[in-house]
């Protein structure tokens, strides 16, 4: 009880075992509001890997108006739950979720897209552009094609988008990064600022910066214990830290904070 005891008082998570990641880590990732999965591709394999695999349905398609930027699917049905049977080596200040393929409410707002299109612009270059503002755009999965009209090429992780695209502008870059449980494991998720505060006890908002993120995952792992191979890919770029609790540093009571 008192290496737990002290386990705890560290800050460190208890690292858990498993043979492989869940299918999503593999992208970039996050929860919105209502509990919806966000994903992103990582590189053009990846794009091309959630439009095949992960856009149906009501889903929505979303990009940045960049060049290079990710592919991302809000999805509209899968997302997650909050784990009714939390399991015992989760930290009481650990939020505890489960993977689900049927949300309670699956309508897609336009607040919702907003959230999806913050995080599709934080994921994009815009992030090592230092830019405070840029523009996202989404659409519905069937305007969004593989097929090349004639004389146009489409490359690898790319695609055709026709029709009418709604927009998103004048969006901030500013992520939020908090610790949370899905399926019994201890992650680090991005999100919204605000989503991330409101759900995670222990969490740090962040801004483009100077601090190399290979660094920051390192603190971060010297802190929570949580891997940095498993921290790294979480991480928009380079960072300047605008509030911690507990990510980067020892969370500090809010009682000791005021004595």
């Keep these: 009880m008192k ?51 992960h856009l149906s349905g009501a889903d929505m398609y979303l990009h940045a108006d960049l060049h290079g930027a990710p592919s991302c699917s809000l999805r509209a049905t899968q997302g997650f739950a909050v784990d009714q049977h939390k399991p015992a080596h989760i930290p009481e200040d650990v939020p505890a979720f489960r993977l689900i393929d049927k949300l309670g409410d699956e309508r897609i707002t336009t607040e919702k897209l907003e959230e999806a299109a913050t995080l599709a612009l934080c994921w994009s270059r815009a992030w090592a552009g230092g830019g405070a503002h840029g523009t996202v755009y989404c659409v519905k999965p069937a305007q969004v094609s593989k097929t090349a009209q004639t004389g146009e090429y489409v490359g690898k992780g790319s695609f055709i988008v026709r029709g009418q695209r709604q927009w998103f502008k004048d969006l901030d870059v500013q992520m939020g990064i908090g610790i949370v449980a899905i399926n019994g494991v201890p992650l680090l998720m991005g999100g919204l600022p605000e989503t991330i505060r409101s759900l995670c006890q222990r969490f740090a908002i962040l801004r483009p ?26 991480l928009p770029g380079a960072a300047e830290i605008i509030e911690d609790y507990g990510i980067f540093s020892p969370a500090k009571s809010r009682s000791s904070e005021e004595e």
């Design 3 to 53: 290496k737990e005891a002290k386990q705890q008082a560290s800050g460190k998570l208890n690292k858990v075992k498993r043979s492989k990641r869940l299918w999503f880590e593999n992208h970039r990732w996050s929860m919105l509001t209502g509990g919806h999965l966000l994903v992103g591709g990582r590189d053009a394999k990846g794009n091309d890997s959630i439009v095949k695999k």
């Design 209 to 234: 910066g100077i601090t190399k993120k290979e660094q920051l995952a390192n603190r971060i792992y010297k802190n929570t214990g949580l891997m940095t191979d498993d921290v790294l890919p979480v």
